[in-house]
């Protein structure tokens, strides 16, 4: 029997997919969130009739989902509907100059051709690279451990790697194939989600344009946190318990085992743990010599921004606004600047605004639109409510300029979140949106290690440990842990090699 007591620190989408698995596995496993609603960075909040998604809006990599869902004998479909967005998102370049993305490759095609000249049959090469790399992943590297070297020296992943110089630059790449600076830019933005600056990231990840790009952006119908519930309820299906406003503050270890957990103060007795909090949070919890990594390691490391961003209720219709628009109608090498290298409030943001009313008539109530907007900023920088509201102006005066309308006085729900609170509600070092950084030196074997070297029974998960930031990558993320554990408890040790 594999009854084994297991406590998932956190209910992010890796919580919840480590939670699933390990459950199906016959395990009896118990879910500790410190906050009051499920789901991790991807929460939700409700008021006057709005219903705001806090964190993820861009539903990419369906077939991941889908996968999850496949696994307990389910579908997306059985749980909501999901819709494919057209246009897909919209680019703001400057002002009276809007590019819409089409969901359509075909269509996307005759918009690069109408940019730059020859640049269809670019894209289609590119595309076909980028193809197999998504699938090289897939097939090769997505779900491993990143405990070895030896476990992507087979020879498909290396001849791959020699074929489609996996890790050349990824700015480079695309600076070589695309010269108009509208068609760069939108070949960079896919990057922006694995937080990084194109020059720094592998061209491993022109994956991500395969995924946004070709495969298409979608969006859960009720909102993202859709797929929260979903995937909670598969959870209580299988039998896994929540507890909602239960913080962790304390891993006890014996013999070189974690025994137990410290929980609102109580301790709860455990054969295996798998924390999915923030991973140098995690770390916290326990003592010095359990840690796998130092502060110095974390310093070190590049982080992903994080974010200022406004929910914003309206209270009447907006005309001129899609689902998504991405303002780049500043230069974007200079807010990269200033997120990674300068590390400072930035000059002229770019910025993006999601407004999923548009789609979506449940997330706000007749007549009125959901939006919010997202400034990328740097980790660790001082964050006060004067400098929330300095850029809120900034920013809704660049939308409203757009809009061509004034929407200031139908704010009707204004909540800002920013660095301070992703501190405090996820513990997340430096404030932290989107984990680490996808850069060379931060990806597969270099990421930090999914297990404890000392502790057997501690797995960790998330975006901060392998496959990497974002929603499908976390919900991988957790199945690989679910499946280490596993092994642990059934004493099959993993091979070693920190
Ligand atoms: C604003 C924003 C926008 C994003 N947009 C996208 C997008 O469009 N598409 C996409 O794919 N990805 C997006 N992402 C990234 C994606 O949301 C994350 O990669 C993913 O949700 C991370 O899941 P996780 O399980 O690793 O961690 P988390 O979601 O952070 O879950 C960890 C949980 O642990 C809890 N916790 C922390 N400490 C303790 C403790 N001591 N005791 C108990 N519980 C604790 C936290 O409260 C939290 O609930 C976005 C993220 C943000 C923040």
């Known amino acids: 029997m594999n009854n084994k007591k297991i406590a998932i620190i956190g209910s992010g989408f890796s919580g919840l997919s480590a939670a699933a698995y390990l459950a199906k596995e016959g395990h009896d496993v118990q879910v500790f969130e410190k906050n009051d609603c499920l789901g991790g960075r991807a929460r939700k909040f409700e008021v006057d009739g709005f219903s705001f998604d806090m964190g993820p809006s861009w539903y990419?990599?369906?077939?991941?989902?889908?996968?999850?869902?496949?696994?307990?004998?389910?579908?997306v479909n059985n749980h909501f509907?999901?819709?494919?967005?057209?246009?897909?998102?919209?680019?703001?370049?400057?002002?009276?100059?809007?590019?819409?993305?089409?969901n359509d490759y075909n269509e996307l095609k005759k918009l690069f051709e109408s940019i730059e000249k020859g640049s269809s049959n670019v894209l289609d090469k590119f595309m076909k690279d980028a193809q197999k790399k998504y699938d090289i992943s897939f097939?090769?590297?997505?779900?491993?451990?990143?405990?070895?070297?030896?476990?992507?020296?087979?020879?498909?992943?290396?001849?791959?790697?020699?074929?489609?110089?996996?890790?050349?630059?990824?700015?480079?790449?695309?600076?070589?194939?695309?010269?108009?600076?509208k068609l760069r830019a939108l070949m960079e933005?896919?990057?922006?989600?694995?937080?990084?600056?194109?020059?720094?990231?592998?061209?491993?990840?022109?994956?991500?344009?395969?995924?946004?790009?070709?495969l298409g952006t979608y969006y859960p119908m009720g909102g993202f946190y859709s797929l929260v519930e979903a995937m909670?309820?598969?959870?209580?299906?299988?039998g896994v318990t929540f507890h909602k406003n239960s913080t962790i503050s304390k891993i006890n270890v014996s013999n070189n085992q974690a025994s137990s957990i410290q929980v609102n103060g109580d301790l709860v007795k455990v054969d295996g743990i798998v924390g999915s909090a923030d991973y140098n949070h995690v770390e916290k919890l326990l003592e010095k010599e359990y840690r796998n990594y130092s502060e110095k390691y974390w310093e070190k490391k590049t982080f992903a921004p994080s974010s200022l961003i406004f929910y914003l209720g309206i209270n009447k219709k907006i005309k001129n606004l899609e689902?998504?628009?991405?303002?780049?109608?500043?230069?974007?090498?200079?807010?990269?600047?200033?997120?990674?290298?300068?590390?400072?409030?930035?000059?002229?943001?770019?910025?993006?605004?999601?407004?999923?009313?548009?789609t979506d008539p449940t997330v706000a109530p007749r007549?009125?639109?959901n939006l919010f907007?997202?400034?990328?900023?740097?980790?660790?920088?001082?964050?006060?409510?004067?400098?929330r509201e300095k850029y809120f102006s900034t920013l809704l005066n660049r939308l409203e300029s757009h809009l061509g309308e004034k929407i200031t006085d139908h704010i009707v729900v204004k909540k800002s979140y920013c660095i301070k609170d992703f501190e405090k509600d996820y513990n997340a070092f430096g404030g932290n949106a989107y984990g680490l950084a996808n850069t060379l030196d931060q990806t597969a074997i270099f990421k930090p290690k999914i297990i404890n070297k000392k502790i057997k029974n501690l797995i960790y998960t998330g975006q901060l440990t392998v496959p990497g930031p974002g929603v499908p990558p976390s919900i991988i993320s957790g199945k690989i842990s679910a499946k280490l554990l596993c092994q642990t408890l059934k004493q099959q040790p993993h091979e070693i090699t920190i």
């Not at 967005?85 to 809007?98: C, G, Q, V």
């Not at 907007?373 to 400098?387: K, R, W």
């Open 232 to 238: 909670i309820n598969i959870c209580k299906q299988q």
């Open 81 to 102: 509907e999901l819709k494919k967005l057209s246009p897909a998102f919209n680019i703001i370049f400057k002002e009276n100059d809007k590019v819409s993305i089409p």
């Open 323 to 358: 689902h998504h628009t991405l303002f780049f109608d500043t230069d974007f090498e200079q807010h990269a600047t200033e997120i990674y290298d300068t590390k400072k409030w930035p000059e002229k943001p770019l910025f993006y605004v999601c407004t999923p009313s548009k």
């Open 189 to 214: 933005f896919p990057v922006l989600f694995l937080g990084a600056k194109p020059e720094n990231t592998p061209s491993l990840y022109s994956l991500m344009n395969y995924a946004g790009l070709k």
């Open 367 to 369: 007549n009125g639109e």
């Open 60 to 75: 990419w990599m369906p077939e991941v989902m889908e996968a999850f869902f496949n696994d307990f004998g389910s579908s």
């Open 139 to 181: 097939a090769n590297l997505i779900e491993k451990p990143g405990l070895s070297i030896k476990e992507y020296l087979d020879y498909e992943t290396i001849k791959s790697a020699i074929n489609l110089s996996l890790f050349g630059s990824y700015q480079k790449m695309v600076h070589k194939q695309f010269k108009h600076p």
């Open 373 to 387: 907007f997202l400034m990328p900023l740097a980790t660790g920088i001082e964050d006060t409510n004067e400098l």
